[in-house]
């Protein structure tokens, strides 16, 4: 077994640090010299190029174009907006000087006294400030709208708690930005892009989320109504995974942004904003991995197919790697991204244990007998199940299993979720329940003061009111006040 | 004549209002509130993801994978290499505090004095120090190496005079950071990269460049070598389009980077690191643009070709549209990113002026009369040169126009170049003839001293010792002194 798999906690032993470890032993990231900032390393970087790419391909269907915004914000610019400085001004990091100098005394450098900003500026924490302020300039008439943008950037909130990927201070996502001259057209942008996450999160990260509503106290800061998609994780807690904004008004108010309607009207435009982060690689090494390591989807796994040659002396791999060189260009011709590894520093069981724990979802092995009977091994990481397979037609074999792998996780996860959502009928029973974890329809009285109880007495919190599902009016299960239907209580990362 | 384009300064008039009247005219990018900060606009961004598609193959083909490191760097790095700091401390955004509070008056937000940190921070102007000494904890043995990593990333510089594209506090750019085990191989990869930035430059953007070492003064700061391409505006001045820089040990030995080598004895890693940035937009604009606006590359336009329909009444404009349609797709299967503009909002002519402006490479127009004789007018963005092109087959035709569009404005280019290098023989000669602009190959002595003089004395510098072209020796032309050959001299950007 591989040196770096030896020491792989187990999930059951301990989910928290066999989550920890295993981000940092499969290569994804490890922390920085900077507090709370990681260092995304090239294995962990090459899923997050795939989910930009699928993403940014749906943003593009959707009628969206990428931008740039500037990555420093005017102080002032955060307490534009009432809501929005109080959720988000204020643990950030702060420019106040713009140079360095030589010290007098020779001890190094330090920062130049004389060169003090006048107005400090924020590394932002979003965008919604700083775009508004520019949309100010692009928007007169209705005809300027929508005004459809995204962009990809890394962004800071300066978190005290930690975790790579989880919660970092600085971290990259995308974030749009639209704007538009109807309430309706704003809305139903907001819930389009829902929709967008929650097919990239089940179709592409085989991870299946529920839809829905925050709550007041969850919404953003800013906003009328957040739309979220929430994955439940193998240890039964909750991971917000994307979220969609409709701002209403507020940020044209707070920049005030008007433009002229067709009946030559003035009026405030409509916002939404949307984003999801590296966060999503949290989402889909805890929605999926195992003891043995990473379990990556097909379509984000850097490396679909491994191909590894067991062989006895340099003549039977020249004969291997002539026979393997066929597949491997066939594959690459079908699109998937395949590695033949016959590197000869490492004994093919370290590669195994290496492939395995990097999530690589098939693995093929050919050696001396499966070049006799034209046949190879073929594993699939997803449930380490062994097969020998002719080599006749192999890619299209392997095609499919890929296929399959997708549809399988996917399906996993999906049976797990609703294995682990119940529904709750009273406080009792949901003290009880929360402690296994998982997803608790129950009923709530709407207020916050009741979710502020449950949350304080149970650490669980309304991950919100689903889209789907039971709508049936029932009673709150702490105050007995009328409950228009049920919501999604769990405690979450 | 459209609104945007009356405005726009001829280049003959002002080479550098022209510049900035365009950028902002073309919608590809805008000043931001934040001092020396830009905005780039969704047609600029295009430009530049196109950009980036076609570095990052090549860099992918060239075995470089992406990686992220950390926006923000100890104060105390930026010192640990002795010529860096002196290069590249000092104008810089400095993170100080890290929380933001109300102010007890009520007067908005302010800094909170009890949240300032130990050590500040320093906004990247470049990543070598945070990233050797991330290779640290990644680097034992010669097994370890090569590391060949590249990140797409944005990057600030305090720049007191700032141009949109040319030079921004902040700018997004792409840096490689290569660990080599011999010198001879981080060389090797230093000026491999540099042959990758030339090849980008002269087959996408079509920019013919000059490949060449800097002079020692102008050397990257921790550099030993510094390899650039060096591009020629309209206005006869040199554009600094890309750099790789051979680091040595010297990045290896601030941050104390050894390895193990094959015969078990410890050394220090070779480095090399390079990068191009959204200057190359910049580049783009100043070598092909004419006086009616953009003139792109068909590589690299966001849009290769524009529809113009020219209809008389509703039921001739859904002839036309069903005409089109089919040519829009086979172009759109050919790859072709074509936009057929049939909104009624604007009339003909302003399309034209629009499309004009923005740099478009052909546009297609058909009329009543091309419906009637299956033809379309095709005007090609370069010379504006327009012909009656039939129908059938008329996409092969729209393809190879492209091609032809994208080696004619390349060759306009070099022959513009070629006629505005010259050699010059005395310092009198160079005297005058800078001031005519161009490029000028002239013999000096290899001294820091001379170079100064010459730059005091005329504002220009040595862009660089090419690496072809003639290399007899001869005597400076300031000094009299042996020189080993000419090097290039310009006034630049």
Known sequence: MAKELKGLTKRSVNYSQWYNELVVKADLAEQSPVRGCMVIKPYGYAIWEKMQRALDDMFKETGHENAYFPLLIPKSYLSKEAEHVEGFAKECAVVTHYRLKNAEDGSGIIVDPAAKLEEELIIRPTSETIIWSTYKKWINSYRDLPILCNQWANVMRWEMRTRLFLRTSEFLWQEGHTAHATR????????????????????????????????????????LDTYTIEA?????????????????????????????????????VWASSWGVST??????????????????????????????????????????????????????????????????????????????????????????????????????????????????NIEAYVFNLLEEIQANIYQKALDFRTKSTRNVESYDEFKVEIEKGGFLMAHWDGTPETEELIKNETKATIRCIPLDGDKTPGKCMVTGKPSARRVMFARAY
Chains 1, 2 share one sequence.
């Open 232 to 268: 439940m994780m193998q240890d039964g807690k909750a991971l917000q995974s994307g979220t969609s904004h409709f701002l209403g008004q507020n940020f044209a108010k707070a920049f005030d942004v008007q433009f002229v309607d067709k009946n030559n009207k003035m009026n405030y």
């Open 184 to 223: 309706e057209e704003a809305e139903e942008e907001t819930v389009k892009m829902i929709n967008v996450y929650s097919n990239f999160a089940e179709n592409f990260m085989a991870v299946p989320v529920v839809k829905g509503v925050k709550s007041a106290t969850e919404r953003f800061a800013g906003a």
């Open 279 to 392: 966060r999503l690689i949290g989402a889909l090494i805890m929605s999926h991995s195992d003891d043995n390591g990473l379990v990556l989807p097909p379509k984000l796994a850097p490396i679909q197919v491994v191909i590894v040659p067991i062989y006895r002396n340099e003549e039977q791999l020249g004969l291997i790697n002539e026979k393997v060189s066929g597949i491997v260009a066939k594959l690459k011709s079908m699109g998937v991204s395949v590695k033949y590894d016959n590197s000869d520093n490492k004994r093919p069981g370290f590669k195994f244990a290496e492939y395995e724990l990097k999530g690589v979802p098939v693995r093929l092995v050919m050696g001396g007998r499966d070049l006799e009977s034209n046949t190879m091994e073929v594993m699939r990481r997803d449930t380490l199940e062994k097969e020998t397979v002719s080599c006749d």
